[in-house]
């Protein structure tokens, strides 16, 4: 009897906020949502627009706005308009959550089309958001509330995803693929157009991508123009991709040098990439596949992830 009638307070809810337009929301929130922007910038936040945002950023942090239901006293006012904000906030973030990319075309959303462990998964992440704000206006009855989950650590997208769908058969399927081999014999032009300077040992890489509609993804891999991967975070530990990711992401070389030493790599080398295989997998050219292998095989960064892609 209880879940009925919580459905049914619910379904009011939602049924009160779609009658409102956007413009009425903006509206609403305008008295004190400036409270609620204070409490970003003090702690160096910001909303997540989009599944990309939320890559890039490392969490996923959306606003729900809701209004109250009709009569009663303050203390329910407050309670039904904070519940209504809290149905937004998490509307929000599953349409962010299943639009984040997990390899090459395949998104959340797609997976959880796949495989019921997947859904049953990425519900049970939405449902157990951090509401990390609130903020009530008695005046207009109008509610704010800010709802938090992380792309990595323990209880985040990228670890729900590798447990669920990454290392399980669908996932290892999806990202078959075949490794790369470097040549028998290295072609002297190869050898020469680009030569590594001996007194620098590379220990990190970074791809610049600016010219390409590269994607950012929980995989991102990087092939050769025959398709042999170079890099696939897919194959390397897990604990390394759930606590930091596949790579960082930032739109300067220089940003990209700063990102990958807190990684540890002081030296990265830098490259360019020539297109797209798929929307999250990036190819280079033969030649700085070369480049990219040699220099791993000295210093071992791939395996370490310590891998930076600029975009645009």
Known sequence: MHTVKSSLVIGALLSCLVTHSPAMADQIVSG???????????RNLDLTDSPQEALTQGYILVVGQGLPMAGG??????????????????????????????SGQ??????ALESDAVRTAVNGLIRGARKVHEAWDPVDGSAVVFMQVGIHGS???????????????PGRAMLQTAFYTPPVNMPPAASAAKPVVADVLHDGLIIDARALGFQPALINR?????????????????????EQGAGEYTNSIEKARAALEARGAKSPLVVTAVGLKTLADLNV??????????????????????VAFVLK
């Open 106 to 111: 395949a998104t959340v959303r797609e997976c």
């Open 73 to 102: 006293g303050p203390a329910r006012q407050r309670m039904t308009a904070i519940r209504a904000a809290e149905i937004m906030a998490y509307r929000r973030l599953a349409e962010i959550i299943n639009g984040v990319h997990v």
């Open 222 to 242: 990087i092939f050769s123009s025959k398709g042999e991967a170079l890099y696939d975070p897919s194959k390397i530990s897990q604990k390394i991709l759930v």
């Open 155 to 169: 209880d985040g997208v990228a670890e729900t995803l590798y447990s669920n769908y990454i290392n399980a058969a």
């Open 285 to 306: 050219s033969d030649e700085d596949v070369l480049r990219i292998y040699t220099a791993d095989q000295k210093s071992n960064f791939l395996a370490s992830a310590k």
């Open 32 to 42: 004190h949502f400036d409270q609620g922007r204070r409490w970003l910038e003090q």
